[in-house]
């Protein structure tokens, strides 16, 4: 049982780099999620999405792009990395809403 | 400022004793309140409640919801090592608007010790 997956699992990048976080999901959900994680700052919404062709901003969208052209994946792009954008992140999906997330295992990403 | 606020930020205690975390929250048209646990990695889900007074259980944790004093509690009983975890807690609400927005306290760090 795959759930969802991200890759990678660790990230090192140089200021102004950019990348692609992946994520992918097996379980046919419509709603999918994009949270960053600071240390004692608990979880953050960056983006989320309600289905495919279909993105919307959460509370931290600044610095992050989103796209969702299918059901399956939900790509995170960082442009022009920045130091305060070194995070844990985490993807996530639902069958509905926000009800029972069910988590990826995490990107720890630093930009130095 | 924190919509929604845990307590205590960090605990630790001896395999055994029981605990009792707290999640208060402030928001505009509630929709559920859910409790998460964080080991390494991915967080996992525990409980999803909607409803004042009804106790949810699994094993020895346990959560309830107080929808007129806007908190719920998760209480573990007999610790063992294996709870020690970071325990979120997280509120769905829809504001003032008509989109929903899901929010998480900054969660309670709790440590069991042999």
């Known amino acids: 049982n795959a759930g969802v997956t991200q890759t990678p699992k660790f990230r090192i990048l140089k200021i102004g780099q950019s990348m692609t976080l992946q994520c992918t999901q097996d379980m046919n959900h419509n709603y999918m999620y994009w949270y960053r994680q600071d240390p004692g700052m608990g979880l953050k919404l960056i983006y989320y999405s309600v289905g495919a062709g279909i993105t919307d901003k959460g509370e931290v969208p600044n610095g992050y792009n989103v796209s969702r052209s299918t059901t399956e994946d939900f790509p995170l792009r960082l442009e022009l990395a920045a130091p305060s954008q070194t995070s844990v992140y985490f993807c996530a999906s639902s069958y509905d809403r926000n009800e029972k997330l069910f988590f990826g295992s995490g990107t720890q990403l630093s930009v130095l | 400022e924190d919509k929604v606020v845990q307590s205590p930020l960090s605990l630790v205690v001896h395999e055994g004793d029981t605990v009792t975390l707290n999640c208060s929250y402030e928001v505009t048209n509630f929709r559920s309140l859910l409790w998460y646990k964080q080991e390494k990695k991915a967080p996992t889900f525990l409980f999803m409640l909607t409803s004042s007074g009804i106790e949810k259980k699994s094993g020895r944790l346990s959560s309830i919801l107080d929808k007129k004093e806007l908190f719920s509690i998760l209480n573990i009983t007999a610790t063992q090592t294996g709870d020690s975890a970071i325990y979120l807690c997280?509120?769905?609400?829809?504001?003032?608007?008509?989109?929903?927005?899901?929010?998480f306290g900054k969660g309670t760090l709790l440590t069991v010790n042999p």
């Open positions: 997280a509120v769905e609400y829809t504001g003032g608007g008509s989109n929903y927005k899901l929010t």
